[in-house]
């Protein structure tokens, strides 16, 4: 049984735009990353699972039930972007609030409290009104919200946004640790590189369509990006490049040409050094350049490649 199952789950709005046709699937235990621009569907798919918006097509599971029965979300956990609790209460009358929304019992919010405190690191200032606490206090207190019913699948949308270096390691920390007890874990975060770290399968998408998804390894595996120094590049030179691989960059800096060109294989690469002597160049640098998640992501979002 997945945590998370999609099957061309679509919103429409009245007004254009929405969520179109998207179809994943998360694990248990697994921590998956969904990326995309400001407005490109991430939310609206977001609510669609936890029932704040009714789909207009498609459908979704959560552990096994339909996204429509409310007992689909009693084991979920939820930390919207954007966030606002009571602020004359104290952490401790927060949580208790939102655990009797839950419905959990006297024993069970005793028994939840400590620990979530802890594994949020605000054990010890659970008197304190919500109104005094920091941003990143805030923040992580928006997270032990989520955490209180002790979640199967736990949605987070920018839990580091508000956090110091230190903090995000935390909450990084926190979520392999949840990770390494069988809960699933789906995150969207503007923050690459906090998703390189902790997720293994991610899915870009861009407006409301998924662009490209998969595992890590596969995405940033797929090609070979080569970076090389010339000296001497002529129009002939770049356009032989061109035909060999997907030239994705170039700049100029004094007599030296930098090109970054991507090719599908190994095979390929000694090619493009071949092409660069027999055109007149004279090759300064030329080395593999690794695929970042930034990288794969520009190129999705501005329409310059597509990886499937």
């Known amino acids: 049984m997945f945590a998370l199952e999609t099957r061309n789950l679509t919103k429409v709005y009245p007004t254009g735009g929405g969520c179109f046709d998207v179809s994943l699937t998360v ?70 609030f939102h655990s009797a929304l839950h419905g959990l019992d006297y024993r069970d919010i005793r028994r939840r409290l400590p620990k979530v405190l802890a594994m949020v690191n605000l054990l010890g200032a659970e008197g304190r009104l919500a109104r005094t606490f920091s941003k990143g206090m805030q923040q992580r207190l928006g997270l032990a919200v989520a955490l209180l019913p002790g979640p199967r699948l736990l949605f987070l949308d920018e839990p580091t946004s508000a956090l110091d270096p230190i903090g995000r390691k935390e909450i990084r920390e926190t979520i392999l640790e949840l990770r390494g007890q069988g809960v699933a874990v789906f995150l969207n975060s503007h923050l690459l590189t ?50 060999l691989g997907r030239v994705f960059r170039a700049t100029q800096e004094g007599d030296i040409q930098k090109v970054w060109v991507r090719v599908s294989n190994r095979e390929q690469a000694p090619l493009l050094a071949e092409a660069v002597v027999n055109c007149g160049g004279r090759l300064h640098l030329f080395s593999q350049a690794r695929n970042t998640l930034e990288e794969l992501f520009v190129e999705l979002v501005t329409g310059e490649d597509h990886v499937d």
């Open 27 to 96: 694990e248990p235990g697994e921590v998956f990353g969904l990326l995309g621009p400001n407005g490109a569907g991430k939310s609206t798919f977001i609510k669609m699972l936890v029932g704040l918006l009714r789909p207009t097509g498609g459908e979704g599971r959560l552990l096994g039930l339909p996204v429509r029965l409310p007992a689909a979300r009693r084991q979920v956990g939820y930390l919207p972007e954007n966030f606002r609790y009571h602020d004359w209460m104290t952490a401790r009358e927060l949580l208790e």
């Open 194 to 243: 906090e998703v390189e770290q902790v997720c293994g399968r991610v899915a870009v998408i861009n407006k409301g369509r998924i662009r490209t998804q998969g595992s890590l390894e596969k995405l940033l595996g797929a090609g070979l990006e080569m970076e090389m120094h010339i000296g001497g590049a002529t129009e002939e030179l770049m356009e032989r490049l061109a035909k």
